[in-house]
Structure formats: structure tokens, C-alpha cells
């Protein structure tokens, strides 16, 4: 057997997600991937969902190796009748749901002004109709059966704004706003809803559609006061966090992870201060 690679769950006890069973859409790739490795690392049975079935390929290998219980299918997350169908699969075939990860993303830089009504409506599709039929279905079976969680990944400028990405922010804005929502909803009946909101992180996809040059990750590296962007693993180590029994008296927040991004610029440095000291 070849060496194996760390996952995000390796802090965790190894049987944290035993006998629960696990959605992740978008669960191949970047940020989805390293969730769905950590989930099954604790044990958990994880169901991945792309559109792309050849994004399978690397979690599926990985998962025969190391004895993890890992499936694969495809979805549109934008076919509400798909959806509704897919969670009655999986809750059939498994006779239960506990945890939902709604992972699946669409996002490009463009200036508002050159936005076609094709590109919005392709990234809010992704994103918040996603959101929102995923949530609303296989929340369902967790409503029945009385236990689950949902975790939804949004991004700080929800709140905070970001030129270039209209589509996107308003996208996360309303994942966000359902999140709290589905969160005050549903807790009295066992389900517990959470969102991250993760900086900068190190992914293909990321680094093409956020980063493409070298001078614009400098750039944005640069107003990162930590000085540097996350691995995806790290950012999926806080959302196992989220998703364990470690956070149990905990919904409807937003954990932010990014690097200090977000707080405000300062106002001086001890460079333009020069010597001068502070008194008692």
C-alpha cells in the first residue's frame, strides 16, 4: 500500500461519524473533497455529488484503499425534481440522513456591468436554488427521522461586498440569510444548520477563476494580514468541527476562516509611529 495523505478528520476521534451518513455536494474537488476524506476517515458513509462524474475518480480511489465507505453520484443541484429524487434514493438505500454539505459552487470575477443574464443566472442557480432544494429535501428526511445538520459554505463578502463578483456575493448572501433561517426553523426538531465562510484557500479552481496571475495573488495574498491563503484542508478541519459532537450546542452561526481578511485596515503602523512609547 502506498503512503496515505493526511485528512481534515485526523484530529478527530476516528468513530466520531460512525454509522451516520454523509452528503457532500460538489464532494470531489477542492474544499468538497477534503470534507468528504475527513467525514470518511471518522466513518462516516459519504455520498458525493457532482455533475461531473469524473470528479469522483480521485475520492473513489482513495476510499477502496483505505477501506472507506464512499459512493459516488451524479446531480444537477439545479433540477429541484432531481434533488427531491436523489434524497429519496439515498435516504432509502441507507435508511437514514445525518449530515448535508452543501458545498456545490459556480464563481468567475466579471465587472457588474459586462454580467450577462446567462452568467447570474447560472452562479445564483448553483448556489442558492441549490441551496435551498438540497436543504428543503434531504432536510426532510432528517426532519422525520429527528437528528441532522446542514452546512453551508458561503464566503465573507455576503456581507462585506466584493467588485467583480455580484453574482456570487448576493448568491452567499442568501445562503446565508436561509442558513439562519432553516437554523431557528428547525432546531426544536433536531436539526441544526451551520455556515463557514472560508478566505482564500488553495484550490485549482480557485486559483483560476479568483487568482489567475502571479502579480494577482501576490495582490491578494497581500491583504491577508495572517500572509498567507489556507490549504483546503485546513478550512475543512473547522467545518468537521462544526459538524461534530464537539459543537452540539451551536447553530445558526457563521464561522468565519480567513486569515484576518475581514477586519478593518490599521489606521498606522509602528514604522510610522517611529519610537515613540506608551504610558502607564
Known amino acids: 500500500m502506498t503512503s ?30 477534503e470534507i468528504s476524506r475527513g467525514l470518511a476517515r471518522c466513518g462516516a458513509t ?9 470528479h469522483h475518480t480521485e475520492l473513489l480511489a482513495e476510499a477502496t484503499q483505505r477501506g472507506w465507505k464512499v459512493e459516488a ?18 435516504a432509502e438505500a441507507h435508511g437514514r440522513i445525518d449530515v448535508l454539505v452543501n458545498n456545490a459552487a459556480g464563481n468567475f470575477v466579471c465587472p457588474t456591468e459586462r454580467l450577462s443574464a446567462n452568467a447570474w443566472r447560472a452562479v445564483l442557480g448553483i448556489v442558492l436554488d441549490g441551496t435551498f432544494f438540497c436543504s428543503r429535501d434531504f432536510g426532510r428526511h432528517m426532519l422525520k427521522q429527528g437528528r441532522g445538520q446542514i452546512l453551508n459554505v458561503v464566503a465573507t463578502y455576503a456581507w462585506t461586498g466584493m467588485p467583480g463578483v455580484a453574482h456570487s456575493a448576493a448568491a452567499k448572501a442568501g445562503v446565508l440569510a436561509l442558513s439562519r433561517t432553516l437554523a431557528s426553523e428547525w432546531a426544536a426538531r433536531g436539526v441544526r444548520v451551520h455556515a463557514i465562510a ?14 489567475p496571475t502571479e502579480e494577482a495573488r501576490t495582490a491578494m495574498q497581500a491583504k491577508i494580514p495572517l500572509g498567507r491563503f489556507a490549504p483546503a484542508e485546513e478550512i475543512a478541519r473547522h467545518c468537521l468541527y462544526q459538524l461534530s459532537s464537539l459543537s452540539s450546542w451551536v447553530t445558526g452561526e457563521c464561522l468565519v476562516v480567513d486569515g484576518g481578511m475581514t477586519l478593518p485596515p490599521p489606521m498606522w503602523t509602528p514604522a510610522e509611529r517611529g519610537g515613540r512609547g506608551g504610558g502607564a
Open 198 to 211: 472560508p478566505g482564500p484557500f488553495e484550490s485549482a479552481g480557485s486559483a483560476a477563476n479568483l487568482w
Open 46 to 54: 459519504v455520498v458525493v455529488l457532482s455533475r461531473n462524474a469524473a
Open 4 to 33: 496515505v495523505r493526511a485528512t481534515a478528520g485526523d484530529w478527530l476521534p476516528e468513530g466520531e461519524f460512525r454509522d451516520q451518513v454523509a452528503v457532500v455536494t460538489g464532494g470531489g474537488t477542492g474544499l468538497g473533497l
Open 73 to 90: 453520484r451524479a446531480l444537477d443541484v439545479r433540477e429541484p425534481a432531481n434533488v427531491a429524487r436523489m434524497a429519496s434514493e439515498i
